[in-house]
Nanobody
């Protein structure tokens, strides 16, 4: 079982930056694909970014050029650097993991989830 704990959310103005962190309980995290999803009020959970053990990354189009996903296998952690934040980025952000090699955009493709951290961008 893998436990994931997110941190780093908060309130920021349009154009500001935040860095989300996700700490994992399991030392084998380095072999997992890790991802960030988000869910705004009244909307379905949606894919934001994913990173493979190799460092390969995948982003949803709306965050390309603004968000950067990274991982530190030695610390069993992943990060999401968010720059140029917009009110549409307001959501609860979730860290997720899957024990397969390939990247995925699908919510159902991930078996481990954190509890989420709130990101609010004011206009």
């Amino acid at each position: 079982q893998v436990q994931l704990v997110e941190s780093g959310g908060g309130l920021v103005q349009t154009g500001g930056s935040l860095r989300l962190s996700c700490a994992a309980s399991r030392r084998t995290l380095s072999t997992y694909v890790m991802a960030w999803f988000r869910q705004a009020p009244g909307k379905q959970r949606e894919f934001v970014a994913a990173i493979a053990w190799s460092g390969a990354t995948l982003y949803t189009d709306s965050v390309k050029g603004r968000f950067t996903i990274s991982r530190d296998n030695a610390k069993n952690a992943i990060y999401l650097q968010m720059n140029g934040l917009k009110p549409d980025d307001t959501a609860v952000y979730y860290c997720a993991g899957r024990n397969v090699i390939s990247l995925s955009r699908s919510v159902s493709g991930y078996e481990y989830w954190g509890q989420g951290t709130q990101v609010t961008v004011s206009s």
